[in-house]
């Protein structure tokens, strides 16, 4: 942790969802002070990418019971995300847009919330993230393997859980089982056309992908 910085109250944000194509992309805060700091790394609060589904759900919920307040969630389903990346690619921008806004969200909430004024993010496609805020007393950090922060590895817990109550939804509106990542799902979303017709895809995926070319053919 001191390697990345000396703060002793401060955010960590990370994403889930980015690189999948069905679901939703969920963005996720949590407020870390020196209170407790100790207790989240003593009750194995880690990289969520290097923990098994079932163990990121216990440890969301006891997070969740113990420190509700500490946590600040955004989330776009599918269909509003598409909406969103349409508005913003006709101005220019791209997905990583949407990923800088709704990291900003979440800082400015928690921010809001507790007076805290650092913020460690796992880096993204995104260099100018300071240029959205509109509270400018916060210091935002950009950092590479930004989990070896707790509150960074934290919020890489909450946004696994939410991204993954997100999958659980779709799959059982639509009765299809959808799978996670980018590039084993093609089968699953012709299987989808088939039963929803394409123009349901945008209620399910990220359309923007080059995935979807090869779902519709």
Not at 13 to 34: H, M, R
Request: neutral net charge; glycine residues 6%; hydrophobic residues 35%.
């Amino acid at each position: 942790m001191n390697e990345i910085h000396s703060w002793t109250n401060w955010i960590g944000t990370d994403e889930s969802g980015k690189g999948d194509y069905f679901g939703p992309l969920v963005v996720a805060g949590v407020v870390v002070n020196s209170e407790c700091s100790s207790e989240l790394l003593e009750n194995g609060i880690t990289d969520g990418k290097n923990i098994s589904n079932t163990r990121i759900r216990k440890l969301a919920n006891w997070m969740w019971n113990e420190y509700e307040r500490h946590i600040e969630v955004e989330q776009r389903m599918p269909d509003e995300y598409n909406n969103e990346y349409d508005d913003l690619e006709n101005r220019g921008e791209n997905s990583s847009r949407i990923l800088a806004n709704m990291h900003i969200n979440v800082i400015q909430t928690l921010s809001k919330r507790f007076g805290v004024k650092y913020a460690l993010v796992d880096k993204f496609p995104y260099n100018n993230m300071t240029s959205l805020l509109t509270q400018k007393d916060i210091k935002i950090k950009q950092v590479t393997k930004g989990e070896r922060d707790v509150a960074v590895a934290a919020a890489s817990i909450i946004a696994r859980d939410r991204f993954l109550t997100g999958m659980e939804t779709l799959s059982k509106k639509y009765e299809l089982q959808l799978p996670r990542g980018a590039y084993q799902v093609i089968d699953a979303g012709k299987e989808f056309v088939k039963l929803n017709g394409v123009n349901s895809l945008r209620n399910v995926a990220k359309l923007h992908f080059r995935t979807t070319q090869q779902v519709i053919g």
